[in-house]
């Protein structure tokens, strides 16, 4: 049962679950869990692992430990953590500038699949979901976090600059109309809906 308490901590992230939780959950009485949880903290310490079980305000949290910091710090700053790809700085200022939008929609401007640079963006806590379109399936639309201000230095998303003064969207769309040609896709003047477009 110990495997199956760790599991749950680690799934349950930065919230953390309390005793109570946790004894629902796996049908334990609180003192088992609350055996089971200094059991593995004793574990953890007898192992030398690298991550540990707190309580925070009656919640169990699994975090790293403190003397590990550094390490941490340094992972954050690396050049390959730190930057974004080209493609998703693209479809970060799609989302900037349009926002709220779909991911059809995106795709429809970038003319290629985003779904992965999408879950890049959103792990990077860069982008959220803003709500859901209507129509068919109601898409999610994302917009942009409080953390994309952050990465960027705004103190609010009016203080973007101009879009024309960064990209031409006009030739962002004669590149996807030159690679639908490429590709031998005929193109319409209507835009796909969600319910015909590819997933």
Not at 50 to 55: L, S
Request: proline letters at 5%; a negative charge.
């Amino acid at each position: 049962m110990k495997a199956v308490l760790e599991g749950l901590l680690f799934a349950a992230g930065e919230e953390g679950m309390s005793i109570k939780e946790l004894a629902d959950v796996t049908g334990l009485e609180k003192h088992e869990v609350e055996q089971c949880l200094h059991d593995l903290r004793v574990d953890y310490k007898e192992q030398q692992r690298g991550i540990q079980i707190v309580k925070v305000a009656q919640v169990y949290q699994m975090t790293t430990l403190p003397e590990h910091a550094p390490y941490f710090e340094k992972m954050a700053q690396a050049p390959n953590r730190s930057r974004l790809s080209r493609a998703a700085l693209e479809t970060l200022a799609i989302i900037a500038y349009r926002q709220p939008i779909t991911r059809v929609e995106i795709e429809e401007i970038r003319g290629v699949k985003s779904e992965r640079v999408l879950q890049v963006l959103s792990r990077k806590g860069l982008i959220r979901e803003a709500g859901r379109a209507e129509g068919a399936g109601r898409p999610i639309l994302y917009g942009t976090s409080k953390d994309f201000l952050d990465y960027f230095g705004l103190n609010d998303i009016e203080e973007l600059p101009p879009p024309e003064s960064i990209f031409d969207w006009q030739e962002w769309e004669q590149e996807r109309q030159d690679l639908f040609k490429r590709l031998g896709v005929e193109q319409t003047e209507e835009p796909e809906t969600d319910e015909g477009s590819p997933v």
